[in-house]
């Protein structure tokens, strides 16, 4: 019987066979990198006025549509709150977010802080929140608000905390302690439509969303006013994991910062009434922070 040997013919056969295999393995990852798949997460309050399956199904069109030019496709999911986007980024399940500059505040360390972005709604990169009343009431400031009922629509937790900040440093109680009752409803439009009819005291909305409301109805624009407006702040950041490489990172920015130069992009965008993608540096969260501590102040300088 011959004797296996590291220098016979099986011994050749099986060491080419080997290095065939790595070969193919080998080619397959670098296929696999240069046709990656960018896993993007969101949660519904970043959704603000849209339903979370047509933001499923319009971002995955716009983001499959641009991602193609750097040799990427992509897959949107939209969780269903902020919690859960935060364990699928920690257990590396997403590779960018889209959230609150709040919300992001805790986990910014899991994330390319050298590298963030906002959605540009109308023409500004920041937005005022106001703090909404009717004409006809006696409420002339956030005084004459305490033990009554505001409401709000998803997603506004900057507008939220603005509000808080802004009774803290009237040397009031916490927002909770504040009003006698808080109602969330679907849409910033319902908010202000509310508050036309008697529904509720106050009402917190972008200028934007009263803009827009005050267009469709004039009538808005002479029941309602503003007693309070906030320092411009950033409503939603999109962030990438730390993990994912410098190159693919750049790669990514290219094409991110254009996506209104895509026909779909662009129709996309208008939906959310947003115009493009714009970078912003790690300040936005430090603002985020500089809000929760209350300093309004510093906001506005």
Do not use: C
């Amino acid at each position: 019987m011959n004797k296996f040997t590291n220098t016979g013919p099986l011994y050749n056969l099986i060491k080419w066979s080997f290095i065939l295999l790595i070969l193919v393995d080998t080619n397959r990852i670098i296929a696999d990198e240069s046709n990656s798949v960018l896993r993007i997460g969101g949660h519904t309050d970043v959704l603000f006025d849209a339903r979370r399956q047509d933001a499923e199904i319009s971002f995955n069109l716009m983001f499959s549509e641009f991602l193609q030019e750097v040799g990427e496709t992509s897959t949107v999911t939209i969780y269903s709150d902020a919690k859960s986007m935060y364990n699928a980024l920690i257990n590396k399940d997403i590779d960018a977010i889209f959230t609150t500059p709040i919300d992001l505040l805790p986990h910014s360390a899991l994330v390319n802080t050298d590298r963030l972005f906002t959605v540009v709604v109308g023409k500004h990169l920041r937005h005022r929140y106001l703090l909404l009343v009717r004409v006809n009431s006696k409420i002339k400031d956030i005084h004459d608000l305490r033990n009554k009922k505001l409401t709000t629509s998803k997603g506004h937790q900057m507008g939220v905390a603005y509000t808080n900040a802004l009774i803290q440093t009237s040397g009031l109680p916490e927002i909770d302690q504040f009003f006698n009752n808080q109602v969330q409803v679907s849409t910033s439009n319902t908010a202000i439509i509310d508050l036309f009819f008697y529904k509720t005291d106050s009402a917190l909305v972008t200028e934007e969303a009263f803009n827009v409301a005050s267009e469709l109805n004039p009538q808005i624009a002479k029941q309602i006013k503003a007693i309070h407006r906030s320092p411009p702040l950033l409503l939603v950041i999109v962030a990438i994991r730390k993990e994912i490489s410098v190159e693919r990172v750049e790669r990514l920015a290219s094409v991110i910062k254009r996506i209104h130069e895509f026909p779909r992009g662009k129709k996309i965008l208008s939906l959310f009434r947003a115009t493009r993608v714009a970078e912003v540096s790690s300040k936005e969260l430090e603002r985020a922070s500089i809000l929760l501590k209350g300093n309004l102040d510093a906001l506005n300088e």
